[in-house]
C-alpha cells in the first residue's frame, strides 16, 4: 500500500528508511511514502517573531539597563545543509519549542553584547547594536539551521532614571548649541540685511528724485492744460447759466399765471361754499333756533302764569289750614283746660284719695317695667350658696323686693303713705 504525501510551500517533508539511502526533502510538492519502509516527518518554514526582553543588565560601566528587542527568524530552507542541520536538531519539536531554543540563543547574544557597551552607545547608536547582535546571533543559528532574517530594538529603559538624566543633559547641550547657532545665524542674518536695507534704501531715494522731477513737470504742464481748459470750461458754464436762468424764468413765470388761475377758481369755489354752508346753518340751525326760542318763550310766560297761579292756590291752602289748626289747637286747649279745672277740683276734694288712686293706677305699669327685663332674658344663671331659695322661686321673691319697695319710695317722694291710705279705706 502506497501513501501519498502534499505539504504547502511553508513547510518541508522529510522522507527517511528504506536500505539507508539519505532523507528526501520536498519543499511545497509531494511525496510517495512505503509504509513500515520509509517515515514522514513535517517542518515548518514560517517566520516565527520573537521578543527579546533583557531586564537589568549591567553595561561596560556598571549602569543596570533593559533592553527589549524584535527578531524575526525561520528554518532556512532554500540551503540544503541549513535544512539538514534544522531536521537534526528540531525534526520532531514543535514550534513553540523551536521558538524557545531560538529565543534563549538570541537573549544570550543580547546580555553578552549589552555588557561590553556602554549605555551611551546603546542608546545613541541603536543601529550598531542591532548590527552587533544580528552578526553574533546569525553564526550561532545558522549551525542550527535557522536563519535571522531581521532583529531591531524596540525600547531601551532603565529603572534609576540614568537615561532620562542622560537626555536632559543631551538636551540642553542641543538647545545651547541651537541658540548659538541661532543667534549667529541673526547676526549675519541682520548683517546682511542692514547691507540689502542699504542698497534699496539708496535706490528707492534715486528713484523718489527721478519721480518727483518727472512729477513736477507733469504738474506744471498739467497746470497749463487745466488754465485753458477751466477758461473755456467757464464760458461754457456761464452760458449755460444764463440759458438755465432765462429757462427758469420763462418757467417760473408760467407756473404764476398757473397758481393764479388755480387760485381764482380756488376763491370761487369757496364763495359757492360759504353761500352753501350759510344756506345750510339757515335751514338747519338758524329757524330751528328762532323757532325753540319762540317755542321756550312761549312756555316760560305759561309756566310763570301757571306758577303765580299755584303759589297763589298754596298761599291760600296754608292760611286756610293754619287757621284750621289754630282752632283746633284754641279748642283743644279750653277743653284741656277745662279738665284740668275739674282735675283741680277733685284734687281738692280727694287730694289724697286722688293721688292714692294715681299711685294705684300706675302701680301694675311699674311692676310690668321692673319685670321687663326678665322677659327679653334668654338664658338665666343662677349660683347659690345652699342656704337660700333657688330656681324661679328665687327670681320671683326678688322682683317682688322690689315692688314692696314702691310704697317707701312713693311716700320719700309725695308725703303719702300708700299703706296707710289702704288701711283707712278697709276701715
Known sequence: MVFFEVCGPSEVIVVSGCGGA???????????????????DRISLT???????????????????????????????????MLEAACQQFLGKSDTEIESIAKETLEGHQRAIMGNMTVEEIYQDRTKFSQHVFEVASSDLINMGISVVSYTITDVSDDEGYLASLG????????RDARIGE?????????????????TMR???FNDIEIAKAAREFELKRAAYDIDINTAQARANLAYSLQEATTKQRIKEEQMQILVVERSQQIALQEQEIMRREKELEAQIRRPAEAEKYRLEKLAVANGIEAILRAEAIAESIKLKGDAEAFAIEAKAKAEAEQMAKKADAWKEYK???????????????????AGPLSQTKRVV????????????????EVLDIVNQLPSVVHSMTGIDINQALKGQKV
Open 47 to 81: 517566520t516565527m517573531t520573537l521578543m527579546i526582553e533583557s531586564r537589568q543588565v549591567y553595561t561596560q560601566l556598571g549602569v543596570a539597563i533593559n533592553v527589549t528587542g524584535i527578531a524575526q527568524v525561520k528554518v532556512h530552507g532554500q540551503n540544503k545543509e
Open 352 to 370: 289724697e284719695a286722688a293721688m292714692v288712686d294715681m299711685v294705684l293706677d300706675v302701680l301694675p305699669k311699674v311692676v310690668a317695667e321692673v
Open 22 to 40: 539519505k532523507p528526501r526533502y520536498i519543499t511545497g510538492g509531494r511525496a510517495f511514502v512505503w509504509p513500515l519502509v520509509q517515515q514522514s
Open 382 to 397: 343662677m349660683v347659690s350658696s345652699g342656704n337660700g331659695e333657688i330656681g324661679a322661686t328665687k327670681i320671683t321673691k
Open 183 to 199: 543667534a549667529e545665524a541673526t547676526k549675519d542674518a541682520d548683517i546682511k540685511k542692514s547691507l540689502a536695507e542699504e542698497v
Open 203 to 205: 535706490s528707492k531715494y
Open 168 to 175: 536632559r543633559s543631551r538636551t540642553s547641550q542641543v538647545v
